[in-house]
């Protein structure tokens, strides 16, 4: 298959991530295309070089790491998905009916072109790029994973958001009949999640796809979802049907449901507890290791993002705005 599908096909099965080692080889070819000017004819793929370690420009920018990937089977079978169930397992088995094609996406608020436009359209034009993040959830596990997608500013910006747009708002689809976890009230549906403006436009925040050089599962948010590496993974939205630039900080789900425990913010930060449980440390869930006895390694600030992002919070109490 192209890689560039797996910017736009919904995925039905299932690929080992050896599979995924040699498609990385292709996303490097794609993203030489353009300057070789023969963008459009993918079609062989290239013979396989070496496993590439990561360049030392991807892994500073926070792009890349060389820390152990985890492995396809637990990315796509271990999953928030409440849509779908609120049991890790759920997703995996309740959302492989979910209809991801035709999937339109409505942009509107503050901005100069607002529209209702189909996966396609919201992705003309850009090219696919893989990043290997890892992604830390609330609940103290982790994982590192290999998305393809393309940067979440470069798809906002075609909207023209006006000076007045201060946040952005994101919705997932909530639709009671292909999602049986919506016909129970375990939070206020639809899904919701937002970023302050420049959290958006960060080159770290990401529009996913796929993973692992293959489209999106549904269970991990499929067609598209959003990737914030350095933020607890709740506000990393999935299946996202609307995207609104707003002037006031929208409601989001799980600071609505319990605000003592899920801030807006939410970035990852070791030295403030989640209430009912210490942040200092994160279960590894990556490689072969069984995700039930998954490294316990030590959380750190902003997931490691701090070089990246930390500026956007300068001034900030960390400790009060979480
Ligand atoms: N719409 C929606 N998006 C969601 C969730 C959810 O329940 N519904 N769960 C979040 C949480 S808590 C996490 S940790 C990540 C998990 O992403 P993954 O299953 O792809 O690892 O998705 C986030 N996005
Ligand atoms: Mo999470």
């Known amino acids: ?9 919904p995925a039905a099965d299932v690929t080992p991530e ?3 080692k040699q498609r990385r080889r292709l996303v490097a070819g794609l993203a030489a295309l353009p300057a070789l000017g023969i963008a459009g004819c993918a079609e062989a793929e290239p013979p396989l070089p070496p496993a590439p370690t990561p360049a030392p420009a991807q892994v500073q920018d926070g792009f890349s790491t060389d820390e152990e990937p985890t492995r396809w089977e637990d990315a796509t079978s271990y999953n928030n998905f409440y849509e779908f169930g609120s049991g890790k397992s759920d ?5 492989r009916t979910l209809r ?4 339109q996406v409505e942009v509107g608020g503050e901005c100069g072109r607002p529209g209702v436009v189909d996966l396609d359209g919201l992705l003309e034009g850009l090219l696919p790029e893989e ?4 992604l830390r959830c609330v609940e103290g596990w982790s994982m590192v994973i290999p998305w393809l997608g393309v940067p979440l500013a470069s798809v906002l910006r075609r909207f023209e958001p006006t000076s007045r747009a201060r946040y952005v708002a994101f919705t997932t689809l909530a639709d009671p009949e292909q999602m049986p976890g919506v016909r129970q009230r375990t939070i206020r549906w639809p899904y919701r999640e937002g970023l302050r403006i420049d959290e958006a436009m960060h080159p770290l925040a990401f529009l996913a796809t796929g993973i692992y050089g293959r489209p999106l599962p549904q269970q991990n948010g499929a067609p598209v979802r959003l990737v914030v590496p350095w933020k607890y993974g709740f506000k990393s939205i999935k299946s996202i049907v609307e995207i609104r630039f707003t002037e006031k900080m929208p409601p989001t789900s799980w600071n609505q449901l319990q605000p003592r425990e899920y801030g807006f913010f939410a970035n990852v930060n070791p030295r403030v507890d989640h209430p009912r449980w210490s942040q200092a440390t994160e279960r590894r869930i990556a490689g072969t290791t069984s995700r039930l006895v998954a490294n316990r390694i030590e959380t750190r600030l902003f997931n490691g993002y701090a070089d990246q992002v930390a500026s956007m919070y300068s001034g900030m109490d960390l400790a009060r705005w979480y």
């Open 100 to 103: 991801t094609h035709p999937w």
């Open 1 to 9: 298959m192209d890689l560039r599908d797996a910017l736009r096909i």
């Open 91 to 95: 997703p995996s088995r309740a959302a």
């Open 131 to 134: 990043r290997i993040y890892r």
């Open 18 to 20: 050896d599979v995924w």
